[in-house]
């Protein structure tokens, strides 16, 4: 069973910064992909940033110049380090990782359980 615990969410003034994380656990082999997405209520869940095999990191364009993203694969862990947080940052904010799991051969896909970032005006 692998399980991604986010933490790291909450409230903060827009100019802000707040640092998320993401600590995969379980029988875990390799893993592949490490990310973020976020929903803000009403919206669809977008991607914000992830990093492919600790070499590629993708962002949104909303959050290029203010986000990082980046990886301990010692600890198969993720960091978000969110600088500049802006009130359209508000969103609930999932960590996502694709990975091999022990004993398997394909990669699968899996989620955390949400971490609430509030940015106030």
């Known amino acids: 069973q692998v399980q991604l615990v986010e933490s790291g969410g909450g409230l903060v003034q827009a100019g802000g910064s707040l640092r998320l994380s993401c600590a995969a656990s379980?029988?875990?082999?390799?893993?592949?992909?490490m990310g973020w997405f976020r929903q803000a209520p009403g919206k669809q869940r977008e991607l914000v940033a992830r990093?492919?095999?600790?070499?590629?990191?993708d962002y949104a364009d909303s959050v290029k110049g203010r986000f990082t993203s980046s990886r301990d694969n010692a600890k198969n862990t993720a960091y978000l380090q969110m600088n500049s947080l802006k009130p359209e940052d508000t969103a609930v904010y999932y960590c996502?990782?694709?990975?091999?799991?022990?004993?398997?051969?394909?990669?699968?896909?899996?989620w955390g359980q949400g971490t609430q970032v509030t940015v106030s005006s």
């Open positions: 379980g029988s875990i082999f390799s893993i592949n992909v």
């Open positions: 990093d492919i095999s600790g070499r590629i990191t």
């Open positions: 996502n990782a694709i990975l091999k799991v022990v004993g398997e051969m394909q990669w699968r896909e899996y």
